[in-house]
């Protein structure tokens, strides 16, 4: 059984924290992003042939999306019903379902869980594979009730059982969970939804991460899992979808031996691998000390400005900054006297003393008797000391 996993698309959100103006180019590119990811998911789909598509909650980043973004995700949808593909959906704590918010009718594939109570389905495949999906969805932001327990146990009926579940290990305003407590129901696969960092908690529970990036946070991300599985095995294997990407690059102009030769330096380092690479980039310049009135270049946002003309469709720079530079301190005391002051402090007394407010706490105290903890803090109050000042002879 073949099937894809989209989770938190977030279709009509829009890119955030662009306070420079793009040029018309990008501009067009970015206001069909999310279309584009959509489409990318559903050609993704049709031609991997599968055997149905999962969307694991926050389709949409909003409650209300706008009428526009609700009809292309329903044709979108629609594509995938004349592939006969089934859609099995439900709705996470960003587009919690309420009854009559949607202005067009989900087309004849598309399966909604949009109870917030655990609902249950069983279908086959086109290759006569049965399978059986659970699945809830909010119907406020916030769902504090622990979901795992409603679940049933594994259908012993099916080839396949799988849950979809849109919630979190540690945040309990969000069906929290424990990955035992999923273990525990012996499904073939969790379809997970709402952490956008793709994470795998076990060899069958992943989120795949959110398939398009809206912020500068959301560094490279753009994928949705393909999932084959065969009786007990599973092949996970990511497809790339997004329709750009946020990156962050780091350059070192050591090689440069002046300003004449910046410009076609960066422009080596940074030219796009193909025609299809679309990226909002954040780029920190290193090693530029040698350099004259360089800082000045980065700050009234000049050299920001050419970059961005040399790709206008492809890559926009958002950041340009110089990389902070630590200089160390040069106290006039002796590596002896930064002996002395850690042997004293290791004084179960004087180090406790120094952590007063901690103490309050009856679980930290306990924690500041522990001379194993005492040995670790003040090891790395070392490593600091020698990180932030540079310590004369004895
Ligand atoms: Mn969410």
């Not at 946002?301 to 720079?317: C, R």
Request: hydrophobic share 40%; net charge negative; charged share 20%.
């Amino acid at each position: 059984m073949r099937f894809i996993h989209v989770a938190d698309l977030h279709f009509d959100r829009t890119f955030e924290g662009l306070t420079k103006e793009l040029p018309a180019d990008f501009s067009k590119k970015l206001n069909q992003a999310n279309e584009k990811t959509l489409k990318n998911i559903v050609t993704t789909a049709i031609e991997q042939n599968v055997d149905f598509v999962i969307f694991a909650g926050d389709t949409f980043h909003q409650m209300n999306p706008s009428l526009k973004n609700q009809q292309l995700l329903m044709q979108q949808f629609e594509k995938l019903a004349q592939a006969e593909i089934p859609v099995y959906l439900i709705f996470g704590n960003h587009d919690y379902y309420e009854e009559n918010r949607y202005w067009f009718a989900f087309p004849d594939n598309v399966v909604l869980f949009e109870t917030e109570t655990v609902k249950t389905i069983t279908a086959t495949t086109k290759n006569g594979e049965k399978y059986a999906l659970s699945g809830f969805s909010y119907r406020q932001q916030y769902l504090t009730k622990k979901m795992a327990q409603e679940f049933p146990l594994r259908n012993l009926e099916v080839d396949y059982h799988i849950g979809i579940y849109h919630g979190d290990v540690q945040d309990a305003n969000f069906a929290p969970f424990s990955v035992s407590e999923l273990k525990s129901k012996n499904y073939d696969y969790w379809a997970l939804g709402h952490i956008h960092q793709p994470t795998q908690l076990s060899a069958e529970m992943i989120y795949p991460g959110t398939p398009q990036g809206h912020t500068k946070k959301e560094l490279d991300l753009g994928d949705v899992l393909l999932l084959e599985l065969t009786g007990s095995n599973i092949n996970v294997s990511k497809r790339p979808v997004a329709a750009l990407r946020w990156q962050k690059r780091t350059i070192s102009l050591a090689s440069c031996e002046n300003n004449a030769t910046v410009l076609n330096y960066l422009s080596k380092q940074l030219a796009p691998v193909s025609a299809e690479t679309t990226l909002l980039l954040e780029l920190v310049l290193t090693d530029s000390e040698h350099l004259q009135n360089f800082a000045e270049m980065i700050t009234n946002g000049q050299l920001q400005d050419l970059l961005n003309q040399q790709w206008p469709a492809q890559i926009f720079v958002h950041t340009l900054k110089l990389q902070e530079i630590k200089h160390k301190i040069s106290l006039p005391a002796s590596d002896l006297l930064k002996t002395q002051l850690l042997q004293e402090f290791s004084h179960g007394e004087i180090f406790k003393e120094v952590l007063t407010e901690l103490t309050i706490n009856k679980n930290t105290t306990l924690l500041l008797e522990d001379p194993e903890f005492r040995q670790e803090v003040l090891k790395q109050v070392a490593a600091e000391l020698n990180e932030q000042f540079e310590w004369g002879q004895d």
